[in-house]
Nanobody, 124 residues
């Protein structure tokens, strides 16, 4: 099977933290770039952060810079998104995605493999 399994979402107060995990099954994981996207109700899906297969070329959307950190552990076939100083506007379903290559790492259409999504809700 080829599958991405996400975990770590939940309900937190503004200013709190969560760590999302994305474990990959059935992949040659080290050959894939990882990105995190989010989609709030009634809004378009947007890129949050991305990291290349080797762990370099890290990218963050402006609205999370200084608050979120993306990492990966290829030995564990797992990617992570550490989210600190959470704001109510961060409330969304968060998805991890894998691609072997991309021109624009925040273009969702370039990703063939997606996690099931995990809900993050930040209360004010």
């Amino acid at each position: 099977q080829v599958q991405l399994v996400e975990s770590g979402g939940g309900l937190v107060q503004a200013g709190g933290s969560l760590r999302l995990s994305c474990e990959a099954f059935g992949f040659t994981f080290e050959h894939y770039d990882i990105a995190w996207f989010r989609q709030a109700p009634g809004k378009e899906r947007e890129g949050v952060s991305s990291i290349r297969n080797s762990g370099d070329h890290i990218r963050y959307a402006d609205f999370v810079k200084g608050r979120f950190t993306i990492t990966r552990d290829n030995a564990k076939n797992t990617g992570y998104l550490q989210m600190n100083s959470l704001k109510p506007e961060d409330t969304a379903v968060y998805y991890c995605a894998l691609t072997a290559w991309s021109l624009d790492s925040f273009s969702a259409s370039e990703y063939a493999y997606w996690g099931q999504g995990t809900q993050v809700t930040v209360s004010s």
